[in-house]
């Protein structure tokens, strides 16, 4: 008997961010970005996986929030890692097979 365990898709910082730290703090997507010294624009579209979070973004998140840094970036990685290994039957490359000197 084999036993598959399926690995979740990490969650998006943006959600993350949007539940656990803008909701919890009962703040909105304008007094946020106000707060971070970002366009609504460009918060609005981290908080709706609409964009990545950039190591700026991370910084002011950290010095606002007290998020560190690394832990909301490897959240990132984690989750564009899950996104690439989900597309990986897409890319069709085969192994380099080196020439015969």
Do not use: W
């Not at 943006?14 to 304008?30: K, M, P």
Request: proline letters at 5%.
């Amino acid at each position: 008997m084999s036993t598959t365990i399926e690995m979740q898709k990490p969650v998006h910082p943006g959600e993350f961010l949007r539940e656990e730290v803008i909701s919890a703090n009962n703040l909105n997507v304008t007094e946020a970005a106000e707060h971070l010294g970002v366009s609504r624009q460009a918060l609005s579209a981290l908080l709706n996986e609409r964009a990545a979070l950039s190591p700026d973004m991370a910084i002011r998140i950290e010095k606002a929030f007290g998020l560190p840094l690394e832990t909301m970036m490897r959240m990132q990685s984690n989750y564009d890692i899950a996104c690439a290994q989900a597309r990986r039957g897409e890319i069709m490359i085969s192994a380099y097979q080196p020439a015969l000197a």
